[in-house]
């Protein structure tokens, strides 16, 4: 038995698969491409599937890796091909690799966000309001997490943040604490920069670019 | 696919899934290249509704024809209906995202009565006037088929037509008309009377019914040209018959999401109040290659770990022992779970049932339906306790622990006994537990008991019979309770209210789709979620209309009356049912099709053929 790490892209209407979904969805595409699985032990057996770093509903991504576990013989180029010819509308294979580095490793992610609003004048005046608060420190906002829900400054949690206005788009790229040890999901971040400018976009889309290690290292 | 006004609406609405399109196996084709756009509704959320196998069949059928394209529909939930008519976004095909009033068919299955409201909240969403009569123009048609066909005078004044039995080749027969129909510019009258020239087809406004006065239907009376009845129809070859190779795989989870494929139409055993047994007959069955064919064509192309083999009574396939040796071959090593609904676990060998359960173990079912021998005799089940005890003494050697048993209350000559014997053979299902040597050591055991309320059916030999009102229901409910003594049986009962509107609607007649428009109009909706319906709206509405809804349910109708559903003709014959109404209360049981052909007279419409007559003959 080994593990192997398959990389994949979720974006279009997949964006609206939960995770939960996301490990029923993918538990049949890797019995679909009939690869060699090892599957669980106990009185339900399943293919073993991990999901290193789940996307929130809504949320696209361009790098998103998941582990699964096969016996027998097959080259990771051969992993990638059956799947590849497998998985349905949204869901792009792009790579399967040996897993180098663990799931713990993981502390923080890229994102790129765009956020539409009804003018251009509105836009550009978001993004300088918003580059300002990002600069100045501090932006507190309630966060949720299964200890409940805390009053914190999600600053400390953002290691970059860019905005500028194009036409009626405002676009962010930002890198955000992400993994088990400390995480914030941009949405927090634009809800809280909405709140903040009293300025609503008419729509937002949000998409995971990367993963990085500490110092800004790539996942892999 | 989805309509763009809603990209920004979809995160705020519970399980965007249903909403999205785009699932594994759905079919895309270029509108500008097809005929004949076909909207396929069914009248519930996407959870139930893709879990229908007549969904996923009529789907691939109709796919399969270059120039048509069939999409799926289902019934928002309440917070997406809010969002859409608030945006303006009529009801759409979730394949394209283009709006169904602009489709040549809306299509409705009907597998229960409850579902009209949502008929017509789904008609309402998508911009399309209710009544029939108020659809001028050739397209779109508003169709449907379904187990409710078969009496769907309630509601007659919104369907241009319905199709009756098997949908296989009777679809396909009107797809070709209306194609002919719309290129030569035909109106829809045209359309229509030509339309119920085809066998199976009800185009319900070419009858004119006349009522007597104390309210009982006097005579149906066909016009131009409409047939006197309406014949439905059966597929004769079901291993020529078109099955699916793959199915849709939802995101989101559903009811069912598993591989189904049916072994056989019909039923042999005749239980007198079940409608299926006798609408679907005669009995034609499935060679096991071609089911195993199926099954495996459908596991590749979706993945699924779970086949279920369906029909109405599992261990009634004559190819059963010999498709699950060769199935199981594959589906043991592949960690397929092989399930076997309505299983009858009379005669099923032991062996086989350890090899089915050594991937992942199912529930355990039996449904005695009575609780004492002799109303399990009234109603023609022939299953004795100490067959149900055996059972669940061999399934408990072998490690199950939770049981479920189903039955029913308001059965005809019904008395406080029979519910009583509901509760003692619960009791002795626990007993047989602990007085098992080998039960599996150190747990405890689960009976669950579910009851419902009986609802006489069309085409069944109860027809005639009246239905408990809620009152007796509660009643005879709570008595159920009062019986019950051991904390290891757990009991559910049908809400009276729900059964009691699928009673009116069950054998009702055409004036009650009055009483279902305003219904609707009031705010009924998903009437069969007892968190959505609103009884006493119902209540309200029948008075407003001026109907007494117990004239369907509480009144006991004689032989001679003309049925509503007079005019279809359904190969069983009335003569069979009134026989069998005649033995119910005389208590006598009728042997099983296998044993003896009882004349039920449903082969005279396929031929002559029933799998049961050949294999006596020979």
Redesign the interface.
Known sequence: MRSVRVWFKKT???I???H??MN??L??????AKLPLW?TEG????PYLNFLCPLP??QEGLNEPLDIRIEGEMTNEEVRSSLCA?M???IEITAVTDPIMKTAQITSAQYSINLLFGSEGTASAFSHTADEIIKSGELVAEKRSKRGTKTVNLCEMITAFEIEAEGSLAKIQTVTATGSASNLNPDLVVTALIEKTGLEP??RSISRTRLFIEKGEAFC | ??PRQL??V??KVQK??RY?????NSVLKDKSKVDIRFAFCFPDTYEIGMSHLGMKILYSLINEREDAWCERVFAPASDMEEQMRALNVPLYGLESGDAVKDFDFIAFTMMYELCYTNILNMLSLAGVPLRSSERKNLSPLVIGGGACACNIEPMADFFDFVTLGDGEEVTNEVIDLYKIHKAKGSTKQEFLEEAAKIPGVYVPSLYDIQYNFDGTVKAIVPKNGAPEKVVKRTVRNLDTMFAPSTFV?P???VVHDRTTVETFRGCIRGCRFCQACFLYRPIREKSPEIVEKQCRAIY??????EISLCSLSTSDYTGLEKLLNSMLDWTIP??INVALPSLRADNFPEELMKKLAS???SGLTFAPEAGTQRLRDVINKNITEQEVLSTASLAFKGGWTAVKLYFMMGLPTETDEDIEGIAKLAQAVVDEYYNNPDKPKGRGVNVSVSVATLVPKPFTPFQWEPMITPDETKEKQAKLLSFVHSKKISVSMHNSQTSFLEGVFARGDRRLSQVIETAWRHGCKFDSWDDSLKFDTWMQCFEECGIDPYFYTARKREFEEVLPWDHMDYGVTKQFFIRENKRAHEGVTTPCCREKCAGCGAAAINGGECSEIRKSVV
């Open positions: 279009g209407t997949a609206y698969i939960s939960l979904d029923r969805c538990s049949r595409a890797v019995v679909r599957y009185f339900n057996p399943k509903l809504g497998v349905p509308q949204g008419v729509s | 696919m989805f990209e920004n979809l995160l965007p899934g999205t399109g785009g699932e594994l795989v995101f989101i989870e590749e192309s979706t993945g699924y770990d592949e960690k991937v992942r173990r």
